[in-house]
């Protein structure tokens, strides 16, 4: 959780810093922004390589290595001379954030039983909402009364604390040893759904969130130091929002996403209606804002359920096509803001959102509809099930349905590899059978 935190402290800092950076670097405050806007470029299109290329290193020495060049980027932040010297070290973070959000989902719920994975995703995205509360917001305090280097420098601090305690802490293992290194059910199928759809609504937020301050002066008519109140606000709701997701995770896992882009949806196009009104903006402010957290929180939770093969490509998959969403946003939106006023803006993403959410509903009626999708799961009704272990954990099956490195599949669907303890994780398949390595998921039990 303080890795996540400094993680996304360190994304966002400039937004709060823009006009520090540019006078204390002599260049333009949209020069500046190009740090934020390259940052999610950087993630969106190496989170998936990266993941792939560091697949069988032990998580300890990855996440170990991914704080290390933290603390390294946040000091030769700190410490540049230049703006490009500047640009080259949020690069070398932003490389280092791609692959955290791939690596640590697994490796923090693989450390709890299977029925609180929902709330350990709640946890971690609690964590992260607090750097636009408390971390961004300090960090701008800090740097307006000092210079913009030392918030920057500062982060280096819970770099290296989390750095000694994940090196100290955290066990060596294969990553396909992992607890939750395969999906508890995996269906490639519901993973392009979800993929889609986290995207689509990625955009739709981000065409209309960029330009928030822009819209609550000029159609609302908040004065400047109002707005500052609203955005804290909204940050605040992003924090309820993912505080209430999570703990209702592991009850309503497929439900979580549709809800979250549905609230999304509303918002936008509630401030798109009714945005002249002043109490109806801060309302529908409050609900986009309460949704931002919870869309990303409920997919990162649903690709640890369906994840054709390892969780952290599905992770670093979701996480690159989120921040692609971003950065399309962000672009459409300055398309439609000479033409259709800012508003428009608002209009177009809470389209993109309402299209995102009829993806998710559409996609999980038509799953529902595949033959095997009727076909009930009862326990011990297949040969080799799984037997519940100590604190809901599946035993490993029987000598006589596992062998160390064994590939299984099922048919039609993925396959799965079964060692030593990754056979722990692999609950159900897409038939609703037991293949030696799973029960049913718990929202189809």
Not at 270 to 292: D, E, W
Not at 337 to 351: D, I, K, Q, S, Y
Not at 394 to 412: K, L
Request: glycine share 12%; proline share 7%; hydrophobic share 50%.
């Amino acid at each position: 959780m303080l890795a996540a935190f400094t993680f996304n402290t360190a994304e966002n800092l400039p937004i709060g810093l823009l006009e520090v950076i540019s006078a204390g670097l002599r260049v333009s405050v949209p020069t500046v922004g190009l740090l934020v806007t390259s940052y999610g470029v950087m993630v969106a299109v190496s989170s998936l390589p990266l993941a792939h290329a560091v697949r069988a290193v032990p998580r300890r020495l990855v996440l170990t290595g991914l704080l290390a060049a933290l603390v390294v980027s946040s000091l030769l932040a700190a410490l540049a001379y230049s703006y490009w010297l500047l640009l080259v070290a949020r690069l070398l973070t932003a490389l280092a954030q791609a692959l955290f959000w791939a690596v640590m989902g697994p490796v923090a719920v693989g450390l709890f039983a299977p029925a609180v994975r929902g709330r350990v995703v709640g946890a971690l995205s609690v964590a992260g909402s607090l750097a636009l509360v408390l971390g961004v917001p300090a960090g701008t305090w800090l740097g307006q009364r000092s210079d913009w280097r030392v918030p920057v420098a500062v982060l280096a601090g819970p770099g290296i604390i989390s750095l000694v305690t994940i090196a100290v802490l955290l066990p060596t293992s294969r990553p396909e040893e992992e607890h939750a290194a395969y999906g508890i059910a995996p269906d490639a199928h519901r993973f392009a759904v979800v993929l889609a759809a986290g995207a689509t609504a990625a955009t739709g937020a981000f065409t209309g969130y960029t330009y928030i301050a822009k819209f609550l002066s000029d159609v609302s008519g908040f004065p400047p130091g109002t707005v500052s109140v609203l955005f804290t606000a909204s940050g605040v709701a992003c924090l309820a929002g993912v505080s209430v997701t999570g703990a209702l995770l592991d009850r309503f896992p497929r439900a979580a996403p549709a809800t979250a882009v549905a609230t999304q949806a509303v918002g936008m196009l509630g401030l798109y209606a009714a945005g002249t009104c002043r109490v109806a903006a801060v309302v529908f402010l409050v609900l986009m804002g309460g949704a931002l957290g919870p869309v990303f929180m409920a997919t990162q939770n649903a690709m640890l359920h369906c994840a054709p093969r390892r969780t952290d490509i599905a992770l670093a998959a979701n996480s690159g096509a989120y921040n692609a969403g971003i950065a399309a946003g962000a672009a459409l939106g300055a398309l439609v803001l000479p033409h259709a006023g800012v508003r428009g803006t608002f209009l177009a993403g809470g389209t993109l959102s309402a299209a995102a959410c009829a993806v998710l509903c559409l996609g999980e009626r038509l799953l529902r509809q595949r033959p095997h999708a009727s076909r009930p799961h009862t326990a011990g009704s297949a040969a080799g099930a799984v037997r519940s272990g100590p604190g809901g954990t599946p035993s490993r099956p029987p000598p006589s349905t596992r062998r160390r490195g064994q590939r299984v599949g099922t048919g039609e669907g993925p396959e799965g590899y079964v060692g030593r303890r990754s056979a722990r994780d692999r609950y159900g398949s897409r038939h609703g059978t037991s293949t030696g390595a799973g029960t049913a998921p718990p929202e189809d039990a």
